[in-house]
């Protein structure tokens, strides 16, 4: 193949501003080069502040924050890559069965059952990833990823044996962290833990939506035809972020059996994968703050409907999606989007 | 069904299974019915189809116990209720939809499931709706030594006569044409005269009467209580799915198919559940992604 | 030394439809070739067929000599095979930037690049700031696609092709539906790409054909119809029957 290149760079005189201008303004466009803005630096303290200064809430708060993980694992599929899934809690419920089981038959140290719970969604993601792609349609893929869900839940279910079926899954027990921080009853420990795992892996996600990789994601989200005919192997990535993405749910359903030492059947129900598409959505599609701040709106909401009517809150929680859905994903989230980029951009 | 051990061979056994299992099809069948139009056709993603069964079967079984209607009279109603309210929220709601992207409608559609499991749930209780069938209904008969459900029988005539009728109604009739000409190309079909909205929501309103209706027949042998739009979501869209979005053989093919493997699925290997029908679901994508037919 | 594109008895069938039937073509290395031809002659599945969005039924096509006829289209542009739409294929929420950044980037083999922004390859900001020069898109270039006018997304679904450093250029109809304001810009930018770039014009505005090609082939039925200079093929009389002369009475 031949090596030339079609234009040397920076031989072609350019009109108007000087090249330096045109670079920067080159380089801030494709700009999420790594550099913090200051409404993110400010979100990340105030999560770092509500560990000090709402110890009341912690158990709360670590619901919330495994909830957002959860969703941002779903963002990376939805938001980056466009891929529809209604089956995202298999690679949940799979993450926390098996860092339940970890630390019954293995080992109570959190962390080798975290990664142990990550790696096997990860790998069932990767097994599954190829039956996205049999046809890029969304029904096929709904239904695939749908099925997946469906099947792990009735093989939960049946392997009694292994996870207590319907009973849910006795014994966990998670030793102290770094062997000194003991799970404790108010969930302090819980929440750092989650917290602080949380933010790593967000900051690598972070760090791989803005990379050339993460653009072509876009690409492929965007125009899947076009992205093939300039050379982009649209197979192969979507496998590597969807696997990705089902590691990131292992990790959020692991770390929900480690702090609630408790695995039932519910983490691989059919309503896991539809809340977590509602938290998307609430918070917003495509920019990886949205499930975070989804999973704070998505919380507030379960609150208040169930002091209203106890019982009965699924419905409202369908009425916020319907009327999401009439009034405008877009209207919606351009409310707090503007915001965002009026604080992000600084004067603009 | 308790004799399994000594009887898994037996050839009469396997007979009435398969027959069962026909029944059971054809049962799906009507009920997704709908949904192979405006999810195949249409390409409509619309989760809360079962949402319509659920309000037929509420029909019957409430007109049946509360007000003391004998079951066949009750199946216009099944018919009715969910079909006129299929027509109002085609017209209100579905309509601002159709262009939307397939995560709108996923969203939406899971919206009006939640709305519609906790309002019958709110109206009528949690617990199953149980129905007494006419005496000429139960039992079984035999024929050639193969022992039938009467119940089984009726549902196989019935869904036949549905078939075909649809069949005819898609294929043969100036409706039918209207429709494929509206799903083929919108414009082309408007260029043409043809009064779109109506096609569809007219075809909206039937595909929500079938459900209904499949819902009211399915309440002795599905079961019918607040859960059964989510229990059933995913069977419904199984058949869609696996069938393709050619038309309506395919569907009835998988619906069949369905039919069959999950009824000989929970005789022959109570253990697995469920899993043979997910299992199937996926091996049959794997090999065919465009479902049974093609376009 | 072997043509930079080559067809070799191409044929594409859809049951028994022949779309495409045996064509041998061949574009010479820096040619300015059109294609030619009615409405229905077969001009998209040729294309198709080239850039392997549809698989051949029979015969090769022939890349600077390679047989990349069972390659897939992916396989093909990394081979140097570059192409643009008659309908625009853009990503219509990413800007021109990020769309000629990712074409450079795919090309230098950075694409699978997880780790490093874009931003940090300051020899790739060069190569996109000069492409979008050259398409004058940099006024435009950190706006949204979908946000474009119409005349500059057809010259960004040009830059977008000319980023993969194609050998061989496919354009298909590059200046259907620009508007008159519009059209001048984008037949100086198609009059200096490269000329060294080898590029196949399917087109269908006779104005543009002529200034544009030094040679035309001409398609009909999906059979290889005529082929010669702009002066042979206007002066031959089979081709303006069943051409020309359409266009005539049209």
Known sequence: ?348 | MSTATTTTRDPALMLTILIDGIAYGMLLFVLASGLAVTLGLMNFINLAHGAFALMGGYATALLMNRAGLPFLATLPFAFLVPALIGAVAERTLYVRLYRRPHLDQVLFSIGLVFMAVTAADWLFGSQQQLITLPAWLQGRFELAGVAIGRYRAFLILVCAALVVGLQFVLTRTRFGARLRAAVDDQRAARGLGINVGVIFASTFAVGSGLAGLGGALGVEILGMDPTFPLKFMVYFLIVVTVGGTAGLTGPFLAALIIGVADVAGKYYAPELGAFMIYLLMIVILILRPQGLIAR | MSAALRTIALEKRFGGLVATNKVDFTLEHGARHALIGPNGAGKTTFVNLLTGVLPATAGQVLLDGEDVTRLSQQRRARRGLGRTFQINQLFPAMTPVESVGLAVSERMGGGADFWRSLGARRDIIGEVLDLLERFRLIDVMDHPTARLAYGKQRLLELAVALAGNPRVLLLDEPAAGVPEAERRELLDTLAALPSDVSILLIEHDMDLVFSFADRITVLVNGTHFAEGTPGDVMKDPRVREVYLGEEEHA
């Not at chain 1, 702090?259 to 129900?269: E, K, Q, W």
């Open chain 1, 1 to 348: 193949m031949s090596t030339r290149t079609a234009f040397s760079p920076g031989t072609v005189p350019l009109r108007g501003a000087a090249p330096t201008d045109l670079q920067a303004r080159a380089l801030r466009d494709l700009g999420r080069t790594g550099r913090w803005r200051p409404a993110e630096a400010l979100f990340w303290l105030a999560a770092l502040a509500s560990f000090f200064f709402l110890p009341d809430q912690h158990l709360l708060l670590t619901e919330v924050v495994i909830l957002g993980l959860f969703a941002l694992s779903l963002d990376l599929v939805l938001g980056y890559a466009g891929i529809v899934s209604l089956g995202h809690g298999a690679f949940f419920g799979l993450g926390a069965y098996v860092a339940g089981l970890v630390s019954i038959h293995l080992t109570g140290e959190p962390l080798t059952g975290l990664l142990l719970g990550g790696l096997a969604a990860g790998v069932l993601g990767f097994a599954t990833a190829p039956l996205l792609l049999l046809r890029a349609s969304d029904l096929t893929r709904l239904m695939v990823t749908l099925g997946i869900a469906m099947l792990l839940y009735e093989a939960a279910n049946k392997a009694a044996w292994l996870t207590g079926g319907a009973d849910g899954l006795q014994g966990v027990w998670i030793d102290p962290l770094f062997g000194r921080f003991e799970f404790d009853l108010f969930g302090t420990t819980a929440y750092g833990y989650a917290l602080a795992v949380t933010f790593l892996l967000f900051l690598i996600a972070r760090r791989i939506v803005t990379s050339p990789y993460g653009l072509s994601l876009r690409a492929i989200r965007d125009n899947a035809l076009r992205a093939n005919t300039i050379g982009v192997p649209v197979g192969r990535r979507l496998v590597a972020i969807y696997t990705l993405s089902a590691l990131y749910a292992g990790i959020a359903g692991a770390l929900l059996a480690q702090t609630t030492m408790f695995v039932s059947l519910d983490v691989l129900a059919f309503h896991r994968s539809a809340d977590v598409l509602l938290v998307l959505v609430l918070g917003g599609v495509g920019y990886l703050y949205g499930g975070l701040i989804g999973a704070i709106v998505f919380k507030l909401l379960q609150d208040v409907f169930s002091t209203i009517t106890p019982e009965y809150w699924m419905f409202w929680i369908g009425l916020v999606l319907v009327v999401i859905v009439l009034i405008g994903r877009d209207r919606i989230n351009a409310a707090p989007l503007a915001l965002w980029h009026r604080i992000r951009g600084g004067a603009k």
